[in-house]
């Protein structure tokens, strides 16, 4: 039977960012395609334009399909999306850029959503110029979980660290207000099935920062650690989740305690995300808690360098990675989960099975006298 190679369906993003210079670097590597079938939605003049302007991506052919259905094995596909005649205007948010990546990502989805991909990795959009195009969304989370269904956590991973987000795109503001025992203990209840499913992690310990300096200080700097934090934490303690803290964000980070821990759980978006930027910065950005899977680069547009053929492909790289790895270690966890009871009996019995068969040495050492 031949091996089913994952289909890794990859959004444009914004056109005038650093979205298509990622991509066609990451794919002009013919060794990616021995990993998955990439199955790229945009528009092939985005595609030609920064191709041409990139050293070294002679090798990068696109193969233009209807659908990722068609997908060829061994080859970089592309799904044409969007006006033939756009115009590309790198570092400049335009209308038509964030047009281009509403259509990318809509019709991404909808091959998502029809299984003709197995997860998708996005290029990062410019958020504001996407409100203008009638986008009412925050990011590409919220859309995804409007889409997809389930309850969404975002986590930033790496080889060396996980972060969750209590809370995601708010304004600082409104964090204090947004924070509550039961949204901590369902960040808890998402971040550990995650690491178990997703990550292949038996019982996670996870580390939970406080959201004040020095942890609040016993009140004094703030009544949300003894009147939320710590209550969720007991809470999920009584779940059996493995959650510590709350930790002073400073002290965890600059002492290596978080290397102690399976993840970290912060309470808003640049409390876990600069930390994890500054020790990882090529990691990547899960969406944990949908129906699906997908994974982007943890940058934005970078606008200042679009067009000039210097961006690093290593983050986009890594969330192809990503998406192949936790697409294959959720099926298998999916797999070994149904029907335990009949499993462990199979088990059980090949085991005894095996321990029956296996040669005595002794017995053998005795015949061979």
Known sequence: M???????????????????EVILKTFADPRMTELCTPVIYGSPRAAAFYRDRIEGLDECLLTEVTTADEARRGKVNLVPVGAEELAVEPGQPTREAAHAAVESLRTAVEELRAHRIDALVTAPFNKESMHEDRFPFTGHTEFLASELGGEPLMIMCSDVLRVGLATIHLPLSEVSRAITPEGIVRALRLLRQSLVRDFGIVEPRIAVLALNPHAGDGGLLGPEEEEIIRPAIRTAAGEGILAFGPFAADGLFAGCGYMKYDAVLA???????????ALTPDGVNFTAGLSEI??????????????????????MRNAVYAAIDITTRRRAWEEWSRRPLQRAERDRSNRDVSVRDLPDPEKEAAAEA
């Not at 994952?6 to 979205?19: A, E, F, K, M, V």
């Not at 997908?294 to 679009?306: K, N, Q, V």
Request: charged share 20%; proline share 6%.
């Open 2 to 20: 031949a091996e089913h190679r994952l289909r890794i369906g990859i959004t444009q993003g914004d056109t005038n960012g650093i979205g298509w």
């Open 267 to 277: 309470m808003y978006h640049d409390q876990g995300l600069a930390p994890f930027k």
């Open 294 to 315: 997908r994974t982007s680069p943890d940058h934005g547009t970078a606008y200042d360098i679009a067009g000039r053929g210097v961006a690093d492909p290593q983050s």
